[in-house]
């Protein structure tokens, strides 16, 4: 585990994937690109309230792993704090809510382009996110 300066305290999610599936190779691209864009990738223990508790710059979930209640109660807390960490779901559920505040996409992990697109959105929005932050909060 990395220790955190001063300046990384405030700063620690910036760098953290939030992971919380059960898919094997998207677990080990995920893992690659953490290492790849010095980043960690968080795993969620199923059923847990992790999703709720741990702060992320992405969010990548099965529903069906987080567990209904607990993405109700996710959902309901985002849409009524405007939250904005974009989360990628993996799973084909229909009938559970979307969030409205913020960035949610939908898919298909029978697709053989998906981990790719996945890996390649996270890239994106990490250069984004290093061009926007205050030099003072680089490491």
């Avoid at 508790?53 to 309901?76: C, H, L, M, P, T």
Wanted: with cysteine; glycine share 8%.
């Amino acid at each position: 585990m990395k220790k955190l300066g001063s300046a990384g305290l405030s700063t620690w999610w910036l760098r953290n994937i939030f992971c919380q599936f059960d898919h094997e190779r998207l677990r080990l691209a995920i893992e690659q690109l953490a290492g790849d864009i010095d980043c960690t990738a968080f795993y969620g223990e199923p059923g847990s309230i992790d999703i709720c508790a741990i702060g992320s710059f992405v969010k990548i979930v099965d529903r069906n792993i987080v567990g209904r209640s607990i993405w109700k109660d996710y959902f309901e807390g985002i849409d009524s704090a405007g939250g904005d960490v974009p989360c990628i779901i993996i799973d084909r559920l229909s009938d559970l809510p979307l969030s409205k505040s913020q960035y949610v996409c939908q898919m298909d992990m029978n697709s053989p382009e998906t981990i790719r697109k996945i890996v390649q959105t996270i890239k994106q929005m990490r250069k984004t996110l290093d061009k926007n932050i205050p030099a003072l909060f680089l490491k």
